[in-house]
């Protein structure tokens, strides 16, 4: 699976939109991109995936861009909950094989201030 | 309810203690996945079963062995703890149609 890149943290106000980056200059052409977050020492939860074009959920959006290098995480309204653990990941429908392991790096820390 | 559950939430042990640590899903889901989350690490893939009958190894397997009693039910058994067991560990399940995996509270096990 591809590789990717997030900033280790940022900062949104609430209410305001909190937009997280991800590259994957690497990901080819049968990857999707998936997003899940992590509140502290919770279980893992998903947000959204997509592969090329641009998805929209209850919980945020995700803008691909058309090489697919890079991708954006958006949450609209940002709320004092959405504090947390973002990992972008990367990975194949393919790849059964491997048993669908998901991949976590170091994520982005997304602190929603008052 | 939540849809996947674990237990015990909490566990504290002794080195060389057996233990057994439960997962079940209300989802329907075919696929269930053990995991342990160490900090700095993230996830690593320890046990993976995609039906009843079938169970495969992840990337930590040593020192664990896991059971799929039925379809909602996946048991990780730690049959000779030791220190460096002390994790989150975590359930999840997914379906085939549908790849995202939704993950149980966690345990968080210490082993002294």
């Known amino acids: 699976d591809a590789k990717t890149t997030q900033p280790p943290s940022m900062d949104c106000a609430e209410g305001r939109a909190a937009n997280l980056p991800c590259n994957h200059s690497?990901?080819?052409?049968?990857?999707?991109v998936y997003w899940y977050r992590q509140i502290h020492s919770q279980g893992p939860q998903y947000i959204i995936h997509?592969?090329?074009n641009n998805e929209t959920n209850e919980m945020a959006s995700l803008i691909i861009t058309e090489d697919r290098k890079s991708s954006t995480l958006i949450l609209p309204h940002a709320t004092l909950r959405d504090t947390a653990v973002y990992y972008c990941?990367?990975?194949?429908?393919?790849?059964?094989?491997?048993?669908?392991?998901?991949?976590f790096g170091e994520g982005t820390q997304l602190t929603v201030n008052p | 309810d939540a849809d996947v559950t674990q237990t015990p939430r909490n566990r504290i042990t002794k080195t060389g203690k057996r233990i057994m640590l439960e997962c079940s899903q209300t989802?329907?889901?075919?696929?269930m996945y053990w995991y342990r989350q160490d900090p700095g690490l993230g996830l690593r893939l320890i046990y993976y079963?995609?039906?009843?009958?079938?169970?495969n190894k992840g990337e930590i397997s040593d020192g664990y062995s896991v059971s799929r009693q039925a379809q909602a039910k996946f048991s990780l058994s730690l049959e000779s703890a030791i220190p460096n067991q002390t994790a989150l560990y975590f359930c999840?399940?997914?379906?085939?149609?549908?790849?995202?995996?939704?993950f149980g509270p966690g345990t968080r096990l210490t082993v002294t």
């Open positions: 997509g592969l090329k």
């Open positions: 999840a399940t997914s379906t085939g149609v549908v790849r995202e995996q939704y």
């Open positions: 990941i990367v990975r194949s429908h393919m790849r059964e094989t491997s048993g669908s392991r998901l991949t």
């Open positions: 690497t990901i080819s052409g049968n990857e999707y």
């Open positions: 989802k329907g889901h075919d696929r």
């Open positions: 079963s995609f039906d009843v009958k079938d169970i």
